[in-house]
């Protein structure tokens, strides 16, 4: 069978243009007669049957991604409530991950799957309790073991990560690096399929990460900055990317050569930030990027393993 892969939104948190963001990228669509295609925040949906779905992060943006995707509407002649959505599988618990969540309360029988950390991190704010638990249920991803949901077999792995920016207070030293759950990647595949691997945050690429991914038939990474001062150089933020959880394209140990010495078929930047330069097709950026081997990819845009 095959495996049906849909982005449903390629940009990070924010999405592209953020709502309040002047920088020149952003500019560029609030003001050109053609500017650089908009994009939603991270989230994938893959199926084995294309009846069935499951959606790889729950973004703020969700119902705007099921209304462009026909692949996800209800079909007409089913019962009054119903929806093609199986599962949601979450890589971490970021706010561009998880607040869909509060999108899918319509009593929808769905399952949710998480890393023990980003579930205690749910259980603990009650506002999730809108999703009753005896309709959505909630199950700890096991991490390096495979598990299978909708007739799609997953493997969870740890990747170097930190937790949600809303919950760094609460650890008093913060590791930018962890491999404890916070964040994860995932490798999926259909019977007989080709490989997915997903990882839309990462702070460190090793070999170990390597090797986790390394077979992958198509690679979907952590595309969030080109360099590692983008967001300070554009005077929007202080942080760095590896401080923010991701590792920049270019630069020392950055990802554009990462996995050069991998046999990964196909590979793209999902989860690009609003400053990335890579957003506008006819930049250097984008086109260094693609000479590179990489894709960028968009919303809507559907590939098939
Ligand atoms: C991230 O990917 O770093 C987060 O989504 C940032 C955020 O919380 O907006
Ligand atoms: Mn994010």
């Known amino acids: 069978m095959p495996l049906h892969v ?15 963001c002047n920088t020149a990228l952003s500019r ?52 009054l409530r119903t929806s093609p ?69 997953c493997r969870a792995f740890a990747v170097p990560g930190k937790v949600p920016l809303y919950a760094e207070g609460k650890s008093k030293s913060l590791a930018l690096a962890s491999r404890d759950g916070d964040t994860i990647g995932l490798c999926i595949h259909a019977p007989g399929s080709g490989q997915l691997c997903y990882i839309p945050g990462c702070t460190l690429i090793d070999d170990a990460l390597i090797a986790e991914i390394g077979q992958a038939n198509l690679l979907l990474f952590d595309g969030t900055v080109l360099t590692d001062t983008e967001m300070i150089d554009a005077g929007v933020g202080q942080k760095t990317g590896r401080r923010m959880g991701h590792v920049p394209i270019l630069g020392e140990g950055g990802s554009l050569h990462a996995f050069d010495g991998a046999p990964i078929s196909r590979k793209f ?24 081997g990489w894709g960028i990819a968009y919303d809507g845009m559907r590939l098939t393993l």
Do not use: M
């Open 269 to 292: 930047y999902i989860h690009i930030n609003t400053t990335n330069p890579i957003l506008d097709e006819g930049s250097d950026a984008s086109r260094a990027v693609r000479e590179a």
């Open 6 to 20: 849909i982005i449903l939104g390629s940009a990070a948190g924010g999405g592209y243009p953020q709502w309040n």
């Open 85 to 153: 959505i199986a599962a949601v599988v979450l890589t971490n618990g970021d706010v561009d991950h998880i607040a869909g969540l509060l999108s899918l309360r319509e009593r929808h029988v769905f399952s949710l799957y998480a890393a023990q950390p980003v579930l205690a991190s749910l259980e603990a704010n009650s506002i999730f309790n809108v999703l009753d638990p005896s309709v959505v249920t909630r199950e700890a991803l096991p991490l390096d073991n495979d598990f299978e949901v909708c007739g799609l077999t």
């Open 28 to 79: 560029l669509y609030w003001t050109s007669k053609n500017p650089a295609l908009a994009r939603t925040q991270s989230s994938v949906a893959v199926s084995s049957d294309g009846r069935s779905w499951v959606i790889l992060n729950a973004s703020p943006d969700i119902r705007q991604q099921i209304l462009a995707t026909s692949e996800l509407h209800p079909d007409a002649s089913g019962p």
